[in-house]
């Protein structure tokens, strides 16, 4: 149980660190890495919804 509860606290710092390279990126318009680091952090914790208004855009900056 211990170790599982550490995994948890381990993927979502990774899901932060990924989103937080998403910031940096859509900010200096590179979007198409930006939807790289965007879906690494919903691949880690999908149930945040931040991430996915995040995707979205992204996803309509490059005009999908």
Request: net charge positive.
């Amino acid at each position: 149980l211990l170790l599982a509860l550490a995994g948890c606290g381990f993927a979502q710092k990774k899901a932060a660190k990924a989103a937080a390279r998403f910031d940096d990126l859509y900010a200096g318009s590179a979007y198409y890495a930006a939807r790289i680091e965007i879906n690494k952090a919903i691949a880690k914790q999908d149930d945040i919804h931040e991430y996915w208004e995040k995707l979205g855009c992204v996803q309509m900056a490059l005009g999908r």
